[in-house]
């Protein structure tokens, strides 16, 4: 019974998947699968420059590489859909291939991304709590020799895609205004606390406004009452002072975001910042995994030895993967470490 349900449940979400892309049509759909694809064939001559380049050097061309090759790959998809959505009405072969693709991309892409997902989950299973019901799995040559090696690489190649692209559709200038936005909101919330437990005139206002609260509801409660008051009107009128003080301060930023040339520079600029937080984080990453696994937890007694057998683990099966492994071993801060 339940493999029935199951297998109804799959069969509508590959029925669903299907007809969403013949609907969608090829050059309307994203093409993220075939991109991703691109950029982990490009990356895997990563890896053999082995001895030829190491350390930081090793380390900045496999980023350069990385990011390069995600730029030229998104421009080049841009273009190829421009042409694609502005050519004249097409022939009718042309048309039916178009959701023919359409239905095939949507569905390779939900295949894509599950495969992703879940051999990215069995490489660290098989480090870190390897099953003997999945031995079936890791003993079969296209895992031995595909699947363990590039699973978190195909990984780490769509998060790195999605960084790129991402940055570039938000935009410098909208993430700017979005960091002003909450910056101001959080600002006037500290500030109007601070004033009210610190500012006279806004004491003042909070006994007032107490005294005539505590014959009902006490002394406590008409205090906290009166003091959340007065926090929340103060609160108010800095969000919209401020507000008002990011509208104009946007002014030139929505004029330099009019024209497409400052469009295209303010997206490339957040798409380097995006990539650029994307290494940070993946060096801090390879940075914990190596302290942890060579011994930086073992003064915390039987934790911390299960702590560096924990990332012993983990740092084997990154070190397993070809170009996790080769940013791994370059990292700069792993160097600083070693």
Not at 105 to 115: E, G, M, P, S
Not at 218 to 227: D, Q, R, T
Request: charged fraction near 10%; include cysteine.
């Amino acid at each position: 019974m339940i493999i029935v349900i199951c297998g109804a449940v799959g069969g509508a979400i590959v029925l669903g998947t299907f007809t969403y892309g013949a609907f969608r049509r090829f050059v309307r759909m994203k093409w993220t699968p075939y991109q991703i694809l691109l950029l982990f064939a490009l990356t895997l001559i990563v890896p053999l420059f082995g001895s030829g380049l190491t350390g930081i050097v090793g380390f900045a061309v496999a980023a350069g590489i990385l990011f390069v090759g995600a730029a030229l790959i998104l421009v080049g998809s841009h273009f190829l859909r421009h042409v694609l959505i502005n050519q004249k009405t097409p022939p009718l072969g042309v048309r039916i291939l178009d959701r023919v693709f359409g239905a095939f991309t949507a569905l390779f892409a939900v295949v894509l991304y599950l495969v992703i997902i879940a051999a990215s989950a069995l490489t660290v299973m098989q480090y870190v709590a390897p099953l003997e019901a999945l031995d079936v799995i890791y003993q079969n040559p296209i895992w031995i020799y595909f699947g363990q090696k590039y699973a978190l690489d195909l990984l780490l190649v769509s998060i790195v895609l999605l960084m790129v692209r991402g940055g570039y559709r938000l935009g410098f200038l909208c993430t700017l205004q979005t960091l002003l936005t909450i910056v101001f909101v959080f600002g006037a919330l500290i500030l109007s606390v601070y004033g009210v437990l610190n500012w006279g005139f806004l004491n003042g206002l909070v006994a007032k406004l107490s005294a005539g609260l505590s014959g009902a509801l006490g002394s406590v409660v008409g205090f906290l009452l009166a003091f959340f008051i007065v926090s929340f009107v103060f609160t108010f009128l800095l969000v919209a002072v401020f507000m008002g003080l990011n509208f104009l301060l946007c002014i030139p930023l929505k004029m330099v975001e009019r024209g497409r040339i400052g469009r295209a520079i303010d997206g490339c600029v957040m798409a380097v910042i995006s990539f650029a937080v994307m290494l940070v984080i993946v060096c801090g990453f390879d940075a914990g995994v190596f302290a942890l696994a060579n011994g930086v937890a073992e003064g915390l007694g039987e934790i911390g030895t299960t702590l560096s057998d924990i990332f012993m683990k983990i740092e084997s099966a990154i070190r397993g993967s070809s170009l996790g492994g080769y940013l791994y071993e370059n990292s700069p801060i792993n160097a600083l470490l070693n």
